[in-house]
Nanobody, 121 residues
Framework: QVQLVESGGGSAEAGDSLRITCTAS?????MAWFRQAPGNEQEFVAQ????????YYADSVKGRFTISKDEAENTAWLHMNSLKPEDTAVYYC?????????????????WGQGTQVTVSS
């Protein structure tokens, strides 16, 4: 059974930085972060390919967030800079067996438990 374990997150002020981490058991996967704020649908944030070579970002975080991955440790990080109050959400790590880019939650096979990120103005 594949497990995704998340850590990090927490509270920050606007303009600050935070980092969240996700470690997957088993084989190497393409990994992504989604987020969901209260009353909103789940939103794609960023994805990194299984070998860490290519990353994709939502327009709302491009230039502020960086996703990276260590293939050997099967761990992905989401570095969040210049945080805004609208970044407040529960952030979920996800992994997929398939290759290529996808922003659709249904294309992901495994999910973490979620970690709260709260940004105050």
């Amino acid at each position: 059974q594949v497990q995704l374990v998340e850590s990090g997150g927490g509270s920050a002020e606007a303009g600050d930085s935070l980092r969240i981490t996700c470690t997957a058991s088993g084989r190497s996967f393409s990994m992504a972060w989604f987020r969901q704020a209260p009353g909103n649908e789940q939103e794609f944030v960023a994805q990194v390919e299984w070998n860490g070579a290519t990353a994709y970002y939502a327009d709302s975080v491009k230039g502020r967030f960086t996703i990276s991955k260590d293939e050997a440790e099967n761990t992905a990080w989401l570095h969040m800079n210049s945080l805004k109050p609208e970044d407040t959400a529960v952030y979920y790590c996800a992994a997929r067996r398939g290759t290529g880019w996808s922003h659709r939650p249904d294309d992901y096979d495994y999910w973490g438990q979620g970690t709260q990120v709260t940004v105050s103005s």
